[in-house]
């Protein structure tokens, strides 16, 4: 097996703000692994908050030997094992952008879709949420009432400002713009306890189905405590990072935002997806914002999940690679082998 690596600039269509920043631009690597005359592929991206710039994505990937497991088949059955120590070593990204390439070429080798050694036999298809970051009440109106009309079903929104009015009034005025919405709050933990608790009822009066992370990240103890009293569903976003944070979380909170690039890979979902059922706690599929190729092994999990939220691909300006949709309000894995997409535009290096 050969391995190659770039290192691409993804450009948001627009300044995405939530409560701890603002972005304009992302930068991924993307990782082919070739073997046979086939390749697959994998992207992890870049992130601030979990400490991962391009250099690092690129020396960790650099140095996952996948050649002393000899084919696809068996990397992608060692990767999360003791033996191969890869998914221990390596942070979640890494290792999740290691599983979707292998995962792609193991499918195309078999001339099988991903989904299907994932578990399941049609492809998935799910309403996603569509984000609207912290932005003025006339631009949330507005673009509240374009995904409405593009088909959107289901809006999150950001809230989390110094003044929580703003954040209520940006609700009240997307509720009133895009009436037949289901709405999805996303403070990114910037609230207090005593702030949380006051604000939920007035949220769940605006009719919003669910609010993720509205507590500071660190104490799921207090998270759990406010989700027993909370008049809508609460979901750990932050504070449920590993399989062990998710089985503490199991049956106190109402969901957990599970995100390839924070858990591991669609393997390690998937134990997550385990670890609650049955418990009360039900699953939500998130992303961060990168393209099509990093965001498809999640699509081809989105059966699994009550909350679907896979539109990282939808904020970019140009999305270089194609094959799971989006633009309607609905992502699909297709029936093509592996993860069924396929780079469609020329990408700009990043020096």
């Not at 979640?92 to 578990?119: F, I, Q, Y």
């Not at 005025?173 to 207090?192: E, F, H, K, M, S």
């Not at 769940?204 to 989700?227: F, H, K, R």
């Not at 999990?301 to 970019?316: Q, V």
Request: glycine residues 8%.
């Amino acid at each position: 097996m050969r391995a190659r690596l770039r290192t691409v600039r993804l450009d948001l269509a627009e300044p995405l703000r939530i409560s701890r920043s603002t972005m304009t631009t992302r930068q991924a690597v993307w990782l082919t692994v070739d073997h046979e005359g086939l390749s697959g592929h994998g992207e992890a991206v870049t992130s601030v908050y979990y400490g991962l710039d391009a250099d690092t994505l690129l020396r960790l990937l650099s140095a996952v030997d996948l050649n002393r497991f000899g084919d696809p088949e068996s990397a992608l059955e060692a990767l999360h094992t003791k033996e191969s120590a890869v998914a221990d070593a390596m942070p979640p990204a890494v290792t999740a952008a290691v599983e979707s390439a292998l995962l792609d070429l193991v499918g195309k080798r078999a001339n099988t879709p991903v989904h299907r050694l994932l578990g399941t036999s049609e492809p998935p298809v799910a309403a996603t949420a569509r984000t609207i970051g912290i932005t003025s009440l006339l631009r949330a109106a507005a673009e509240a009432r374009r995904l409405a009309a593009q088909g959107f079903q289901v809006i999150k929104i950001k809230a989390g400002t110094p003044d929580p009015e703003d954040d209520v009034e940006r609700v009240r005025v997307i509720r009133d713009a895009a009436p037949a919405a289901r709405l999805l709050l996303d403070p990114n933990g910037a609230w207090t306890v005593r702030q949380a608790e006051a604000l939920l009822p007035r949220f769940a009066e605006l009719g919003v189905e669910a609010v993720e992370q509205p507590l500071a990240p660190g104490d799921p103890a207090a998270l759990g405590s406010l989700a027993e009293r909370s008049p809508l569903p609460v979901i750990a976003d932050e504070d449920a990072v590993n399989l062990e944070d998710v089985r503490r979380l199991a049956g106190r909170v109402h969901g957990v935002n599970v995100k390839l690039a924070k858990c591991g890979g669609a393997r390690a979902a998937l134990r997550m997806a385990d670890v609650i059922e049955g418990s009360g706690t039900e699953l939500m599929l998130g992303c961060l914002t990168a393209s099509t190729l990093g965001l498809a092994p999640a699509v081809h999990l989105a059966d699994r999940a009550r909350w679907t939220d896979l539109d990282g691909h939808l904020l970019l300006a140009h999305d270089p690679w194609s094959g799971i949709g989006g633009a309607d309000g609905v992502v699909r894995a297709n029936g093509l082998p592996g993860l069924g997409v396929e780079e469609v535009v020329v990408h700009e290096d990043v020096a």
